[in-house]
């Protein structure tokens, strides 16, 4: 088996596989190959690695910067990590974790952070820290490991990237934008994917079980929809005031 750095020629296989990988996983989003994209467009894949055998791609991990809210710096973020469904089991992400760790050691890196289960990722130095957060992220699967015997205390912001929607919220916000009025729309509020987008303070409920769009809000997850919905938002001000454009809008008189 062969660990090396990402070529531009691997990136569609990459996307395939990382697909594969997460697929069928109860806990994905199945967003994951698009923060790879989104990491590798901003310029924000601090080490890249594939791994090969007899020359095929089976394998794959990132490594991408932080931000840390006590100013601390040279602190990365693990993941994604995509093994081929067939090729599972055969220990190719120990060896890609422990690739890109000794490759950040090399970097003068001082600490690597990560989302997932403490089980597997002690084995390579990694635990829970209280004084170390992600918001949003359950404390216990949210890991760390120092290189410099130092952990910082404080809020961690992983790259933007991360900050994906899945294909089901992507479709009930375009559902908005599309029926989007000024007094905003009715919605399923038990809908998951509404109650989702709530939760992210893209959509916010009304007493009387509408809910209102914050473009701004899903700046943060989505720019093109964001642009869309911030247009959808305007023009139906733009026709709420002007009482000649409202009445042929809404059949009035």
């Known amino acids: 088996m062969i660990i090396r750095s990402e070529n531009t020629s691997d990136i569609e296989v990459i996307t395939d596989i990382t697909k594969a990988a997460f697929e069928d996983r109860s806990f994905s989003l199945n967003t994951e190959h698009f923060t790879i994209q989104d990491l590798r467009a901003d310029g924000a894949l601090t080490v890249s690695l594939v791994a090969e055998v007899d020359g095929r791609i089976v394998g794959y991990i990132a490594f991408s910067p932080v931000t840390i809210s006590d100013g601390t710096k040279n602190w990365y973020n693990l993941g994604p990590v995509a093994i081929v469904p067939e090729f599972q089991g055969r220990r190719i992400g120990t060896i890609l974790v422990n690739s890109g760790l000794t490759l950040l050691k ?133 026709v709420h005031k002007n009482p000649i454009m409202a009445a042929i809008k809404y059949g009035s008189g």
């Open 106 to 238: 090399s970097m003068s890196s001082e600490g690597i952070v990560l989302i997932g289960l403490p089980a597997y990722f002690s084995r390579f130095g990694f635990w829970s820290y209280p004084q170390l957060i992600n918001d949003g992220t359950p404390q216990e699967v949210f890991l760390a490991m120092s290189l410099t015997e130092r952990i910082p205390n404080g809020t961690v912001d992983l790259h933007k990237a991360f900050k994906q929607l899945s294909i089901i919220e992507k479709d009930a916000i375009a559902e908005v934008i599309i029926d989007y009025a000024i007094a905003g729309i009715k919605v399923d509020l038990e809908d998951p994917a509404i109650e989702s987008l709530i939760d992210k303070g893209i959509l916010s409920a009304t007493l009387d079980g509408k809910v209102m769009m914050h473009p701004s809000a899903l700046t943060e997850y989505d720019s093109y929809l964001a642009q869309v919905g911030q247009f959808r938002a305007t023009e139906m001000s733009r």
